[in-house]
Structure formats: structure tokens, C-alpha cells
């Protein structure tokens, strides 16, 4: 059996790998599963922002309808969410291959290297809320919890029951369903963090 050292190190060569490969694919998005991602989520994610490049956009699309080796496990719906936590988060969409590692990081529930003064701010704010306490972020469920606000990170393992009574909560406290990226982060935030009021 593998250690967890080395389940991690393999973890992250693969996210190197995947955040390369989507930096440089080259194919405009063209297929089939691309044009329902473009329609559905990318056209989405776009508007309001300014000159976006086609190739990031096609990048973008990629990602969304195929994925990589290590988000295979998400769907087209959870890979487009990712992409909008990263947009909320930064407010940019990854151009760089190191964008692109962040952005995988957070798929796969890993904290990413670039730091957002801004997300975490709010994030800290949106604890208060939820948690009526300042989080302690020297508490690893606090710390949890705050950053999977701020950056959006997705769980290794969903559980749906989880996520059905994080939902009843977050209507309990903010008075109207999940649709924005940060409603949805906090979402998961209260599902996954463990942090307690």
C-alpha cells in the first residue's frame, strides 16, 4: 500500500500535469459535449468580463465539457462551479498555468497557492453570519471553513445528505435559496468544514 505522502505527491504531479495541459491545449472548443459547455456554462461565466482572449475561452470550455484526469469525478456542472468559484474568488479567470493549478487545487479540495486578501475578507464576514462568532483560524474546521468560502473547494467525497441539511441552513439564515458562487461556497463550507457555532 501507498503511504499518504505518497498519495499526495502523486496527487500533485497530477494536478501539475493537468493544469499544463489545459494552459496549452490549442484545440478551439468544437465537439459536441463543447458546445452544450459553451451554451450552458461558458457563455455564463463570460459575461461581464471584458476581452476575454478565444483561446481562454476555449480553454475554459475544455475544461467544462471533458475535464482532466483529476476532475474527472466532478461533472460538467460542478467543473463549470469551480471554474465560477475561481472568477469570485480572484476576480479573473485562470490565464496562466499556474491559474490553472489553482483553479485544480480547488477541485480537488486543496487550498491554492495564490492568496485573495479580498475572498478571505469576505469569507470571515460570511462566517460571522453563519457561525454568529469570529472564526479562530488556528481551529483547522475554522480555517476549513473559511477557506472553502473564500476559494470554493470541492469535497474528495460528496454526501448529499450533508448537503441537503447545509441547504436548509443557509435558507435559514439568508432567507432565499443557493445560486451565486459564494451561496454555494458557503454551502459547502457548512456541509464539509466541521466548524460549530
Do not use: M
Not at 108 to 124: C, F, V, Y
Not at 148 to 159: M, T
Request: proline share 5%.
Amino acid at each position: 500500500p501507498t503511504t499518504p505522502q505518497v498519495q499526495d505527491d502523486d496527487q500533485l504531479k497530477q494536478i501539475a500535469s493537468d493544469a499544463a495541459a489545459v494552459f496549452s491545449s490549442t484545440a478551439p472548443a468544437g465537439d459536441a459535449l463543447e458546445a452544450l459547455a459553451k451554451t450552458k456554462y461558458t457563455d455564463h461565466i463570460l459575461s461581464g468580463l471584458e476581452k476575454v482572449a478565444a483561446s481562454a475561452a476555449d480553454n475554459i470550455t475544455n475544461f467544462i465539457a471533458h475535464g482532466t484526469a483529476s476532475t474527472k469525478k466532478l461533472g460538467q456542472g460542478e467543473r463549470a462551479g469551480v471554474v465560477n468559484s475561481y472568477k469570485k474568488a480572484f476576480y479573473k479567470l485562470p490565464g496562466t498555468k499556474e491559474e490553472w493549478s489553482d483553479l485544480i487545487l480547488i477541485a480537488n479540495g486543496r487550498w491554492p497557492k495564490e492568496i485573495s486578501a479580498p475572498a478571505l475578507k469576505q469569507a470571515e464576514v460570511e462566517f460571522r453570519k453563519v457561525y454568529r462568532r469570529d472564526a479562530d483560524l488556528a481551529r483547522p474546521n475554522d480555517n476549513a471553513a473559511v477557506t472553502v468560502i473564500a476559494y470554493g473547494l470541492r469535497p474528495g467525497d460528496r454526501n448529499l445528505d450533508s448537503e441537503k441539511a447545509a441547504i436548509n441552513i443557509f435558507r435559514g439564515i439568508y432567507r432565499h435559496n443557493p445560486v451565486s458562487a459564494l451561496a454555494w461556497d458557503i454551502v459547502r463550507a457548512i456541509a464539509y468544514s466541521g466548524a460549530k457555532r
